[in-house]
């Protein structure tokens, strides 16, 4: 009866501390599809201004606003079966550490396009370039989805996914607001997304069980 006491009384302890150590992993997920949300809205108000600069057609600037989304959507399952093979961490870093040299790339773009082509290709080229790559890089929301998914049993699933959902909806107002308050031309806004990527690579993601 001892022993079951003693048990009893430390099972709050246990849980306690399972639960914080479930907070990091949980906080890195959290911080890893803020940032892919953010990337992708940050640009938004400034890409018509860009691609009017770089002389785009009307076509042409709907297709650039499309590319990230429609790179993320064609390589979504791909990352996903390629996390079901190696592991959702290593995706996730490959992701993350392929968005900070895309919003790099697009910053140089932007600040020094006025030149002229780079390595022979035009600004608005180096653009989609840019959009895209991003795209792909950031399709990686459906492997966080899975990591939290492997991590979480079904009582805490549901909390885990609004966490999700949190970053997505915080990282999509956010975005267009901090987007429209850059001088266009200016990379700060990229070179700050790209550091805080690269922060969050350099984090200590536990693998999933």
């Not at 991003?134 to 966080?144: C, E, F, H, M, V």
Request: glycine residues 12%.
């Amino acid at each position: 009866m001892a022993d079951a006491g003693v048990a009893h009384a430390a099972s709050p302890d246990l849980v306690s501390l399972r639960f914080t150590v479930s907070r990091k992993p949980l906080l890195i997920i959290f911080i890893t599809v803020f940032i892919d949300l953010l990337g992708f809205a940050i640009v938004l108000p400034l890409l018509p201004r860009y691609g009017r600069h770089f002389e785009a057609t009307k076509f042409e600037l709907g297709l650039l606003m499309a590319s990230f989304s429609a790179m993320q959507f064609l390589f979504a399952p791909l990352w996903g079966r390629l996390s079901d093979r190696i592991g959702r961490r290593p995706v996730l870093i490959v992701g993350l550490a392929g968005s900070t040299v895309f919003y790099t790339l697009f910053a140089l773009v932007t600040q020094y396009g006025n030149a002229g082509p780079i390595l022979g290709l035009s600004p608005l080229i180096w653009l989609f370039i840019t959009r895209s790559g991003a795209g792909i890089a950031g399709a990686t929301i459906p492997t966080a989805q899975a990591y939290i998914a492997d991590s979480t049993d079904e009582k805490s699933r549901g909390k885990g996914m609004a966490i999700i959902g949190a970053a997505f909806g915080i990282g999509f107002t956010f975005g267009p607001l901090l987007g429209a308050c850059f001088v266009p031309g200016s990379a700060a806004n990229v070179l700050v997304d790209g550091a805080a990527s690269q922060t969050v690579v350099m984090s200590d993601v536990p693998s999933a069980a």
